[in-house]
């Protein structure tokens, strides 16, 4: 009864959350429920201390240009050096993908160059050279320049922490860029339940060869049949665990910033994805990746249209999806509880 109430209290919290201020929550898909500290009178400067250890989300209803500047603005963190967008320039046939038209203004301001990572399923984004020209037709060339990241094989990123895979096989382009935005499409997903942050650092960055590696949690970097047959928590673990070694390897260098539209309970990567049955929601960032995913989950379950998002969650829950927050959690990745911060 106690955990039911505690998750009431966090639903009223998260709808008070649209009418802006800062609010701090607790993922409702943990394994445990985690309260921030608590301080008596003289407790006050300690309670400040673990206040400013909560991560900040910061959130704006405006699903726009302007609105998606502002949110990077939010972050107050400048991204050195030669900066990559990492976006998923989507199967050709779906169309939920973010558009150029979207994302263009901050790419441009950053001088960013966008990137992918070639598929391992086939399709027409198997190959560099057809990629390319999916990412042209789809108008993200016209926005930036477009480089994927594995055109000339594999590099690998170690990560001693690593449950199942503790080491990562990005594209040999990686190391190309002294920084990375992690721009992502929130979404379902049919293996993950969702894609967002840690979906697209993990599997989005991962050359064709680290995706099996990570589908096959670390048995197989050629064999995608046996790989798409993994237990389904180890496969939601690996790709924290592949997470973690972007996150290892680029330190302070990365951000990322979670878009909220077209919610469809497919991946942009389904050529005929379900149309959304929920209205999009707006934009979220933060610094850590675990509070911002955990944040977006949130937003789908805090949903006043329940009709509308009981698709979105029922693919989370039936994929185990919160799973992946839970071990990059442990992994130290990030953290489940989280300060919502509205900008409008």
């Keep these: 009864m106690k955990k039911k109430m505690k998750r009431v209290a966090i639903l009223l919290l998260v709808c008070l959350c649209l009418g802006g201020g800062i609010l701090v929550f607790s993922g409702f898909g943990a394994s445990e429920e985690q ?22 989300v910061y ?27 990492k976006v998923h320039t989507g199967e050709p046939g779906g169309h939920h993908f973010l558009s ?13 160059t966008i ?8 399709g027409r984004r198997a190959a560099t050279a057809m990629h390319k020209q999916v990412a042209a037709d789809h108008g993200f060339t016209a926005i930036a320049e477009v480089d994927i990241l594995d055109e000339d094989g594999s590099v690998v990123l170690p990560f001693e922490n690593g449950k199942n895979i503790r080491a990562d096989f990005v ?3 990686f ?14 997903h049919a293996m993950g339940g969702f894609g967002g942050a840690i979906k697209n650092m993990s599997i989005g960055i991962a050359s064709a060869e680290g995706k099996i590696w990570i589908h096959s949690a670390g048995t ?5 049949r046996s790989a798409f047959g993994t237990d389904q928590d180890l496969f939601l673990e690996s790709m924290a665990d592949a997470a973690g070694a972007v996150m290892a390897d680029l330190g302070d260098n990365i951000l990322y910033i979670n878009v909220m539209n077209n919610l469809s309970v497919d991946c942009d990567c389904d050529s005929s994805p379900a149309p959304p049955e929920l209205a999009d929601i707006g934009i979220l960032a933060s610094p850590d990746p675990v509070a911002l995913d955990q944040a977006c989950v949130d937003q789908v379950y805090a949903s006043s249209d329940k009709e509308g998002s009981r698709s979105l969650r029922e693919r989370i829950e039936s994929r185990n999806g919160t799973h992946t927050l839970d071990h990059a959690e ?12 509205m900008i409008d």
Excluded at 35 to 56: N, W, Y
Excluded at 100 to 112: C, E, H, K
Excluded at 220 to 224: G, L
């Design 35 to 56: 309260e921030p500290a608590e301080s008596g009178r003289g407790e006050e400067t300690a309670a400040a201390a673990d206040r400013a250890e909560i991560p900040v």
């Design 59 to 85: 959130m704006t209803g405006d699903i726009g240009p302007e609105g998606l500047m502002r949110i990077y603005e939010a972050l107050d963190h400048r991204l050195p050096g030669k900066v990559a967008v």
């Design 100 to 112: 150029p038209a979207l994302i263009g203004d901050l790419v441009q301001t950053l001088d960013a």
């Design 115 to 122: 990137v992918e990572s070639n598929t391992a399923y086939g």
């Design 171 to 173: 594209g040999s382009h």
């Design 175 to 188: 190391h190309d860029y002294d920084s990375y935005l992690i721009l992502s499409h929130f979404k379902g």
């Design 220 to 224: 197989t970097r050629s064999d995608i």
């Design 330 to 341: 442990k992994l130290g990745l990030g953290s489940r509880t989280y300060r919502l911060v």
